[in-house]
């Protein structure tokens, strides 16, 4: 895998974005040769065609990165690929037809969008189909030897499986006894590791013992270390696999020890000045769209339009939080704080809308501004459900490092829960984003959140 704006990403997907990219550029290069009225080399370099056909093959890959098929290369089913890919190049056709109201430049020559469309249509699936069994049956995965069968090991293995991309296999695991380990063999006891390592010749060792003190063939490591061989703690493959820290296999001496752990200084200064640039463009911008939120808010049901609502915020210090109010003006009169749920009797019919939306949190770029909140970082919780979840799940008090955010790690990688094992989950998220803090990453996820509200995904 390579790390790419502090993310891991299977190195079978970038090279899947690369051929993809090379393919589409083809498509429509060659369809300009054939229905432009004038010399190729002209039309692209003296004419600035290039600039037009770039504009569609970004639209595409935008496409394709929305539909989630750079997530999961393994298809469906042909026919949903093909559905797809249709419903991407549909969606940049939509898009010239913009351009091409507005008489703008970008806009690429119909035949060329056309027959270039049509081979695009053609051979995509045919290279992802063909690109998929290549990376799944030709390709040599990286072969992994787990010792120990710790619950990050578990994980591990369970998700490899699912996912061939991540470009690694299993090829089993070395414990004083065999234990329930999907689809992994039990290779005999840590004792063994020599022999096991000279069979089965592992591209990597990973330790997850859920007792290590004392147990561990320290020796044989060391030596397979010195030979070359990488071998890593399960919690650092657990992070790299996941995005998220394995809280089960978490010690608070990695914590104390950490030198990665918690948010350097400069790097929470540097968030503060662009998120209060980014809040500052995002309250201008959309002041119309607030606008025209708080008229449907004020008419939809008696109330308030604003929300206030106190919540936990850097270093477990207090704050108002702002939203639209989506839900009857009396919701909690009853029952007190209880987290949202699907369906929620106390969401009035265009508050479902605004949630789906993301439109009722628009206020919280007044939080950003005012230091509060940042543009990026965990989800802002209610005292109430704060106190109860510190009690219940171990570090949870450590995602008071930073400020909460608008979006966040944690939100565009899970669904919105109201368990406590959804809160362990996305709290693994939430330490996994402090850990990397940076404009890089606040970047990524910046990005990908469009793609969550666009989809109308996580809302409840």
Not at 302 to 310: A, V
């Amino acid at each position: 895998m390579i790390r790419l704006f502090r993310v891991s990403i299977p190195t079978s997907v970038l090279a899947l974005f690369v051929l993809e990219t090379v393919l589409l550029l083809g498509c429509y290069i060659t369809a300009a040769h054939f229905f432009v009225d004038e010399d190729l080399e002209f039309y692209l370099f003296y004419d600035r065609g290039w600039l037009p056909i770039l504009v569609v093959v970004a639209a595409i890959q935008l496409g394709l990165y929305f539909q989630d098929l750079y997530d999961h290369l393994r298809p469906r089913s042909h026919v949903y690929l093909g559905q797809q890919v249709s419903l991407v190049l549909g969606a940049t056709f939509l898009l010239q037809a913009v351009l091409g109201y507005g008489r703008s430049t970008l806009q690429l020559n119909k035949w060329t969008m056309m027959y270039g469309s049509l081979a695009a249509l053609l051979m995509l699936p045919i290279l992802r189909i063909a690109y998929y069994s290549v990376i799944s049956k030709a390709l040599p995965a990286e072969k992994l030897l787990f010792l120990g069968t710790s619950s990050a090991l578990r994980g591990i293995a369970l998700r490899l499986a699912e996912r061939p991309e991540l470009g690694s296999m299993v090829v089993g695991y070395l414990s004083p006894a065999a234990a329930d380990f999907y689809r992994t063999p039990w290779l005999g006891d840590m004792e063994q590791l020599q022999e096991v390592v000279q069979r089965l010749r592992p591209d990597r060792i990973i330790v997850g013992l859920v007792e290590s003190r004392g147990r561990l063939p320290m020796q044989q490591l060391l030596d397979l270390r010195f030979s070359g061989i990488p071998i890593e703690e399960a919690p650092n493959a657990f992070e790299s696999v996941f995005g998220r820290v394995s809280i089960q296999d978490l010690r608070p001496s990695q914590l104390i020890f950490s030198q990665e752990m918690g948010p350097r200084h400069w790097m929470v200064l540097l968030q503060r000045l662009y998120s209060v640039a980014l809040g500052v463009i995002g309250m201008v911008i959309t002041l119309p769209i607030m606008a025209v939120v708080a008229l449907v808010v004020k008419f939809s049901s008696p109330g308030p339009i604003l929300l206030r609502q106190t919540r936990v915020g850097l270093h477990g210090r207090h704050f108002v939080l702002y939203k639209f109010r989506s839900m009857y003006a009396d919701a909690e009169a009853r029952t007190g704080a209880v987290w949202a749920s699907k369906n929620d009797p106390r969401i009035t019919p265009a508050g479902r809308w605004l949630r789906r939306l993301r439109l009722d949190e628009l206020p919280q770029f007044f939080n950003v501004v005012r230091g509060h909140m940042s543009m990026v970082g965990p989800r802002p919780e209610r005292p109430e459900f704060s106190a109860m979840l510190e009690e219940k799940i171990p570090f949870y008090r450590q995602r008071h490092w930073v400020k909460p955010g608008i979006t966040g790690w944690a939100q565009i990688n899970h669904k919105y829960g109201d368990t406590i094992e959804d809160s362990l989950t996305k709290l693994e998220y939430d330490l996994y984003y402090i850990k990397n803090l940076g404009p890089a990453l606040d970047a990524y996820i910046i990005f990908h959140t469009m793609k969550v509200m666009l989809l109308w995904r996580g809302a409840q």
